[in-house]
């Protein structure tokens, strides 16, 4: 008996959809898109990216989710390779799939997102100026790179900034 194939996104707004459920998921439309507009950003720019949104939410270590699990409030790394990062993002897509309409919004909201055409509901998402490229939970993880001078804006349970 052969194993079933791992099914994966296939277009770039279903990884970014994908990404933003990981991420993001228990958060409102604004934080959903936030992550997004995150990933879009870093693509457009080549910023811990290979320019296409897939390779920006595989990136090694760039959205911890794809790479770490949290044990004792530390992010551990347990993805060590693409195929690694793949399998974790593949068991995530399935189970994100099963939740038919938590998958519809969020493939809405990507859809838009990439399209320009977001429709936020708070002012916060507008101060997401292409230089947002980085974000965290604080009430997870305080990267060195969370400084007040790179502070955007918070959108829900993440605080974004520029590098």
């Known amino acids: 008996m052969s194993e079933a194939p791992i099914r994966l996104p296939t277009t770039s707004v279903g990884w970014m959809a994908l990404c933003a459920y990981d991420e993001a998921r228990n958060q409102l439309d604004d934080g959903k898109a ?32 794809f790479w770490c699990d949290m044990v004792n ?24 799939i099963a939740q038919p309409q938590l998958w519809s919004n969020l493939m809405e909201i ?6 320009g055409h977001y429709e936020p509901q708070g002012p916060e998402f507008a101060l997401l100026c292409p230089d947002a490229l980085l974000y965290c939970n604080m009430a997870v993880s305080a990267p060195p790179w969370a400084t007040r ?15």
């Open 34 to 65: 936030a992550v997004c507009q995150v990933i879009k950003n870093r693509a457009n720019r080549a910023y811990q990216s290979d320019g296409t949104i897939m390779g920006t939410v595989l990136h090694p270590m760039a959205f911890s989710g």
């Open 110 to 115: 990507a859809t838009d997102v990439m399209g």
């Open 149 to 163: 001078d790179r502070f955007i804006t918070r959108i829900g349970a993440h605080s974004f900034y520029r590098d």
């Open 73 to 96: 409030g530390h992010y551990v790394r347990v993805a060590h390779t693409i195929a690694d990062a793949q399998g974790r993002a593949a068991a995530k897509f399935a189970a994100a």
